[in-house]
């Protein structure tokens, strides 16, 4: 699962009033090459959370994205390589994502994160 | 059973894909979600389109593994989430675009409907989708009145095989007529699930 996914997804539990952004419980991180695509990355800049992924980056190992970003980065060829391995080249293989308000943990096995809700969740 | 699962014939993934791509520019590129994504055919075709990012949802485990064996032949990365599609949680229009062949509610009234319902307020874009032409009325209107699409076009129709996979097709094999939709959604600053 990449972070871009990552980025996307909110804790669905009943009652939760802001279930993003999940944390990241590692078990293993996988590494996966992308081809580089500066518009997509530029365009994707605006849609972002950005410290959701600087935080969640972080947590898979990778240290190198700055805590705070603006447009004018993206002029930055540098800056441009690093939100694409966070983005679309850090992968979380096995671990969890953990709703932020209620601590419920939802495994991700094989890269893909199971977020189906026990009957009393819904 | 109770879930609908047919799998999308090549033939329908590729011209719903082919259309996408050719006719509106909405696939290579751009984040796409497949709802529903089953052994993930849609998504994959995306993927093959060049299609940035791709996020294939399904309910069931054995579909997904299977997707994900899928994509590893294909040596394409395409995202997979397990959840169920009515209550699932997403931030905001990420999503450019969203491909799906819904269950069309023969078993569970309605099903598709309610995919198209989450679609259209997920897609930042657009919305392709099959539906069968004999509920090719309701769709329109519930789209347009319900489910706040601006816009929903018929691109062409369909002939869905689906073989007799199950003990209540009481004929050897059907042949369902479907509609390939694409649907535009509002863009509002106010969309939340």
Excluded at chain 2, 17 to 45: H, I, M, P, Q, R
Excluded at chain 2, 118 to 127: D, R
Excluded at chain 2, 148 to 153: D, H, I
């Amino acid at each position: 699962m990449r972070l871009l996914t990552h980025n996307m997804l909110s804790s669905n539990i009943k009652g939760v009033a802001n279930g993003f952004p999940l944390r990241i419980e590692v078990e293993k991180v996988v590494e996966k090459q992308v081809d580089f695509n500066a518009d997509f990355l530029k365009n994707m800049f605006a849609k972002i959370e950005w410290k959701a992924l600087v935080d969640a980056s972080r947590s898979m190992g990778y240290s190198e994205l700055p805590g705070d970003a603006n447009p004018s980065m993206l002029d930055s060829d540098d800056f441009l390589q690093k939100f694409h391995h966070a983005l679309l080249e850090l992968h979380l293989e096995e671990g969890a994502l953990v709703c932020p308000e209620t601590g419920r943990k939802f495994p991700v096995n094989k890269g893909i994160p199971n977020m189906l809700l026990h009957e009393d969740e819904v | 059973i109770d879930l609908e699962q047919y799998p999308t014939g090549p033939h329908i993934a590729s011209r719903m894909l082919y259309t996408a791509e050719n006719s509106f520019g909405d696939v290579s590129d751009k984040v796409v979600a497949d709802f529903g994504c089953g052994c993930g055919t849609l998504g994959l075709a995306a993927g093959l389109l060049g299609a940035q990012h791709v996020i294939g949802l399904d309910i069931d485990d054995q579909s997904l593994e299977i997707a994900s064996i899928n994509a590893d032949d294909l040596e394409l990365d395409m995202n997979f989430v397990q959840c169920d599609i009515k209550n699932f949680r997403w931030r905001d229009q990420i999503v450019d675009n969203v491909i799906m062949n819904p269950p069309f509610g023969t078993r569970k009234k309605g099903a598709d409907m309610d995919f198209l319902s989450v679609a259209l307020k997920v897609a930042s874009q657009a919305v392709y989708s099959l539906h069968k032409t004999t509920t090719r009325d309701h769709v329109k209107r519930t789209a347009l009145r319900d489910y706040n699409a601006s816009s929903a076009e018929i691109l062409c129709e369909l002939r869905f095989d689906v073989p007799c996979l199950y003990k209540f097709h009481k004929r050897k094999e059907v042949d369902i007529a479907v509609d390939l939709w694409r649907f535009v959604p509002q863009n509002s600053q106010v969309k939340r699930l």
